[in-house]
Nanobody, 123 residues
Framework: QVQLVESGGGLVQAGDSLRLSCAAS????????MGWFRQAPGKEREFVAA?????RYADSVKGRFTISRDNAKNMVYLQMNSLKPEDTAVYSC???????????????????WGQGTQVTVSS
């Protein structure tokens, strides 16, 4: 069982930066693929970034967002730079068994989800 708790969301202006954090419980954290997804009002949840031993990003955030993990601390981070109003969403952390890179963007890959943290970017 893995429990995930996100933090770091908030209200920022376009062009600003935020760093989201996800604290995970469990002794086998390092063996999990960790992902970030987001859901904007009225839209379906979408993949943002994921990491096993290497990262993977959605095209919409590539070059602006950076995912990282600290296995010693059971933490995963999402550094978000050059934020845009269209980045406004609830961001959720997820954990699942590490598999092929092609599966990291799929919600079905992940067994455990956090409650989410709101990110609002004003123009």
């Amino acid at each position: 069982q893995v429990q995930l708790v996100e933090s770091g969301g908030g209200l920022v202006q376009a062009g600003d930066s935020l760093r989201l954090s996800c604290a995970a419980s469990g002794r086998t954290f390092s063996s999990y693929a960790m992902g970030w997804f987001r859901q904007a009002p009225g839209k379906e949840r979408e993949f943002v970034a994921a990491i096993t031993w290497i990262p993977r990003y959605a095209d919409s955030v590539k070059g602006r967002f950076t995912i990282s993990r600290d296995n010693a601390k059971n933490m995963v981070y999402l550094q978000m730079n050059s934020l845009k109003p269209e980045d406004t969403a609830v961001y959720s952390c997820a954990a699942g068994p590490a598999g092929s890179l092609s599966t990291l963007s799929r919600e079905q890959t992940y067994n455990y989800w956090g409650q989410g943290t709101q990110v609002t970017v004003s123009s």
